[in-house]
């Protein structure tokens, strides 16, 4: 998935022949999964029309500060704009509306939006080469960068004038794939490795049967996905399930068992920052495997059982300074359980889910988690989407690493 994906972009378009160039990055940004606006200088509409950017975008768009066709909402609001967007990216941007950005020179819509933007502002200049290069040009640019925004550098070709040289805006393409790799270059967790156990494990009776649970495998899969959409690589170990993972910064190792689940673990611990185990692990397995199918015979049938490794508590023996995150599936003496818990494993940070919330456990879609660290501070959360339960447990992981969302 594209770190684009759901942003809120505000694109500004100032005059310049490049301008027609914007109908593909408008499409671009939108197959990437983001929303996006549009806010057009008065002389951007000579080479693109607004019809064509509002028919892409599935939005209005806005030039002016007023709106004369609508009796009613006259005022377009440059502030409600600026602060909707998560980025606003001005492209094509001329010498002029450089210069007006560098300066504050605000007589437009787009450069009131620009004034009032809190969010990361990324410019792709255009003109022609002998602009490009003039000192009060680059002197914009510096005052620019300084103020932070970023800027995508023009590229080389043929230009409108019929000189060839720098100036050209940077193709749409390129322009996207700026923006993506300077975003996941800022992912917060970029660079952190975590470990994932999910879904359930399967312990084998014979060839064809097996011991196992109702563990979907949804939270430990949300969990992943949380972790790398904040741009960290997640080795996730999981049991069979029937979820799929769509980050390439997910790498997932499928096991069977408990055992397979434990080596693969211990594979891969030396090297991670972070564990989340949320895996229902088997507690115990049949002692013996049948090689062959067990015939129906007696009336009673007893299989013995086995305990399985405690992978996680091994994982905390183990323990340097890996974040350790445990689940603890509780249906009574909750917190108490739970508290013992973290002693047994040497946890970090235990999600205790009671079996008692209604909407909470296996199979649903929501969950109802109570957090406590290892000094026993508690706290409760409300009944959450999955993915909304993940993304609580990535901001607990941050906060550890001293980082914010
Ligand atoms: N866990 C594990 N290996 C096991 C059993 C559990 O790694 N063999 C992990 C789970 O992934 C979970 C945590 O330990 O993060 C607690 O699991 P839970 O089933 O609640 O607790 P158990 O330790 O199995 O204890 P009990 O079943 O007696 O409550």
Redesign the pocket.
Known sequence: MSVLNGKKILLGISGGIAAYKTASLVRLFIKAGAHVQVIMTPASKDFITPLTLSTLSKNPVYSSFYNQDDENEKWNNHVELALWADLMIIAPATANTVSKMANGTCDNLLIAAYLSAKCPVYFAPAMDLDMYKHPSTLANFTFLKQFGNTIIPAESGELASGLSGEGRMAEPEHIVAFITDDLNSKLPLKGKKILI?AGPTYEAIDPVRFIGNHSSGKMGFDIASSAANLGASVILISGPTNCTVSNPLIHVIPVVS?EE??LA?HQFYADVDAVV???????YRPKHVAQQKIKKAATNFVIELE?????????GLLKKNQFL??????TENEIE?AKL?IQ??NLDL??LNSLQDEGAGFGKATNKVTFIDKFFHIESMELKSKEAVAADILNKIMMHFGMQR
């Open positions: 156990t408990a689940m434990y673990c185990a949320a895996a229902a692990v088997a507690d305990k399985t490794k405690d992978i996680l508590a091994s994982l995150i445990g689940f603890a599936l509780e359980n818990k047994k494993k235990i999600v």
